[in-house]
């Protein structure tokens, strides 16, 4: 195994990227937010145009098979954001839910294109006196504000895909995925599906959960997580100096036969080597870390946990 000092990671540029490793799956009917209400960790009955939501879509055992970032359209559509390799699963299991509710739920993924905006490309001069999750439409745009990265201020763009590129420094791919990582709230993607409860990945920490709406299918497993004291495992941000990928396992104390935690999402560091939000049993978080030939360095957490209660 190496060990090796890397060096600080940079701040993300200004600059807009396109986002095509996501897709978006359309919900359409006069009971699309009821429908999808009842199946994520977040509320949608009262989703308004002024905001998104962060959400999961669990098994009957809590168990994540998607993250998405969900708005309310204009129009009255509902439109989640996902990663493109969970999508045709995805828009299958949920398919199977609608029966009589007036929704139908297609792969809008070629209708709308998706960037991201990062520091002075963002819109909205005061966008960054919004939290999280807030939403704006404009003209045919709906941007929101998503959790900064190294302090940077980003956002998520949701565009007609016949629009062009918004105005703004092209930034490649790598150096967004580096971004999303940076700002500690995962995507989930196909090596993780079913690896975690929500609050593995911090999700109530950063919007993702609702424990005052209704029903929704691993909603019991998720509220006993929270709720009696049980969290075990957190999500940090990590770095090391070889490649990590999502679905590696992340061991401890050299210790290579009980792996203690799993990366969820990595990234390459614009400055050497590679950082990852990785999901660690908390008793781990104080030793050594490694996973492959080369350790894992935990870097501060970029927002505060919600105490378990």
Not at 72 to 85: E, F, Q, T, Y
Not at 184 to 197: D, K, N, Q, R
Not at 242 to 269: I, K, M, T, W
Request: charged share 15%.
């Amino acid at each position: 195994m190496t060990s090796q000092n890397l060096l600080p990671s940079p701040s993300l540029p200004d600059g807009v990227a396109r986002l095509s490793h996501l897709g978006v799956i359309r919900i359409h009917g006069e009971d699309s937010a009821k429908f999808i209400h009842g199946q994520l960790t977040q509320d949608f009955a009262l989703l308004g145009l002024d905001q998104a939501r962060l959400a999961a879509f669990c098994s009957a055992k809590g168990r994540m098979q998607a993250s998405f970032v969900g708005i309310k359209a204009p129009d009255g559509d509902i439109l989640l954001v996902c990663s493109r390799d969970l999508l045709p699963n995805t828009l299958k299991r949920l398919s199977m839910f609608v029966m009589r509710a007036k929704a139908k739920l297609t792969d809008a993924s070629e209708d709308f294109a998706l960037w991201g905006l990062a520091g002075n490309a963002t819109k909205n001069i005061a966008a960054g006196a919004y939290p999280a999750w807030a939403k704006w439409d404009i003209d045919q745009d709906s941007i929101i504000n998503l959790y900064p990265a190294a302090g940077v201020p980003r956002q998520l763009l949701i565009r007609p895909a016949n629009l062009g590129a918004p105005e703004g420094p092209e930034m490649g791919l790598p150096v967004w995925q580096w971004g999303e990582v940076m700002s500690g709230v995962a995507t989930l993607t196909a090596p993780v599906v079913e690896a975690f409860v929500p609050q593995m990945l911090n999700y109530e920490s950063v919007g993702g959960v609702s424990f005052k709406k209704g029903c929704y299918p691993g909603q019991e497993v998720v509220a006993r997580s929270q709720f009696r004291g049980t969290l075990k495992r957190r999500a940090f941000v990590g770095q090391s100096a070889s490649l990590l990928s999502a679905g590696q396992e992340v061991f401890a104390n050299g210790d290579a036969d009980q792996p203690v935690g799993l990366v969820v999402q990595a990234a390459p560091d614009p400055q050497g080597g590679y950082v990852a939000i990785v999901s660690l049993q908390l008793s781990a978080t104080e030793g050594p870390l490694s996973a492959g030939d080369s350790e894992i360095q935990l870097l501060p957490l970029p927002y505060p946990l919600l105490e378990d209660i």
